[in-house]
């Protein structure tokens, strides 16, 4: 029985290493001006997303708390929570001292998301009610169109 050749071996192991390096979602650096909703995948209209900042940043005004809701097309293959955890510590989504942000991340084509949430804001939104209310608020709504 011959061996294949060297050659061979690290021709398969470049090939499989880049795949897989060249499949993972890369976070992209943070907007110069972050407004709470990053809309990647063009999901909502001008209008929907000016009405969505209007509301949370106002809420982030009277609470302190600040909510980014990214909308991407894919994950590539990433996990969805660890992309929302990754996008927050990258972005710095919360005061960095009180780390109290949440990340809503969306991912249209693949059909999921996440809600992800700093320490100071674990008290109130638990990981059971962020599944909550992705199972019985959200998930609902995007099945019928009603982003």
């Known amino acids: 029985m011959k061996l294949p050749s060297l050659k061979l071996v690290f021709s398969f192991l470049f090939l499989c290493f880049y ?3 060249s499949a993972q979602y890369s976070i992209p650096d943070k907007p110069a001006v972050l407004y709470p909703v990053f809309d990647e995948a063009n999901l909502l209209s001008e209008q929907e997303k000016n009405d969505l900042n209007k509301k949370l940043i106002a ?3 009277s609470t302190s708390t600040e909510i980014e809701v990214i909308i991407i097309k894919s994950t590539n293959g990433e ?3 660890f992309l929302a955890t990754m996008f927050g510590e990258k972005w710095g989504i919360g005061q960095k001292d009180v780390d109290n942000g949440v990340v809503f991340l969306i991912a249209t084509e693949d059909h ?3 809600i992800q949430q700093g320490r100071a804001v674990e008290q109130y939104l638990t990981a059971s009610v962020a599944g909550q209310i992705l199972d019985y608020i959200v998930t609902p709504h995007f099945k019928q169109g009603e982003w």
């Open 19 to 21: 795949t897989f390096v």
């Open 59 to 61: 809420f982030s005004d």
């Open 79 to 81: 996990d969805v929570n």
């Open 112 to 114: 999921t998301m996440s």
